[in-house]
């Protein structure tokens, strides 16, 4: 397929981001625009039902910005958000790049994913160094052992907000999972590396939140790694 015949959905879930999004829109909206000469691209954001101004703004942005398109929904976690988008864009798109909107990532390092996209079916951002914090890091390297653990599936990173995906590949594994499900991005990375799939980790940056608040913390965190020990027990019956 010829680039100009391409279709790329850049898609953030977003939560109260009031003080980064904006910042973010001017950040991406430039790396879709470059890459939508039929003007079929778009850059997605849908607002996780945030208790701020952050879907006001977002329909102010798209006045001005033709490819971008802000969507809503009702609050139901990060992982719902970005299955939510996923079933909008693989109807639509021929890649799919999933990012958040929280200004933790660098638009910069897309062109490296793309410029490779042909040679993948799907190229994960690697989080070598984090600015997030010790924890963070821990929670990772605990999500990689329990992907092997169960799946026997290894992986450097299997979380990264940074990811680009061949839509027709990733619609075959999106349908395995609940749209409510905690951690998509986990299981649609172990699927591509469980099924043979060619797959690329690429190292990314990855800075420390700069505004706004963070909604995760150590005890949702608890929670959430409860519930992933749980349902990767009920997916790993299905494999």
Sequence with gaps: MKQKDEILYIVMPAYNEEENIEDTLNEWYPIIAKHSAHGKSRLVVVDDGSKDETYEIMKKYAKTHPLFT?????????????????????????????????????????????????????????????????????????????????????????????????????????????????????????????????????KISFKPREKGTNSINIKKIIAIGRKATSDFKELKKEL
């Design 70 to 202: 802000p969507l809503r929904k009702e609050n139901g976690g990060h992982g719902a958000a970005v299955f939510f988008l996923y079933d909008y864009s693989v109807k639509k798109a021929n890649w799919i790049f999933q990012t958040d909107s929280d200004g933790q990532t660098n638009p910069d390092e897309f062109e490296i994913f793309w410029k490779e996209r042909n040679n993948y079916d799907a190229i994960f951002g690697h989080r070598a160094k984090r600015g997030d914090g010790k924890i963070r890091a821990f929670v990772e390297k605990t999500v990689c052992f329990l992907v092997k653990q169960y799946f026997g599936v290894k992986v450097p990173d299997a979380n990264a907000p940074f990811r680009l995906m061949k839509a027709k590949i990733l619609k075959e594994y999106l349908y395995k999972l609940k749209p409510d499900f905690n951690l998509p991005n986990i299981m649609i990375t172990t699927y591509f590396v469980y099924y043979d799939r060619k797959v690329k980790f690429e």
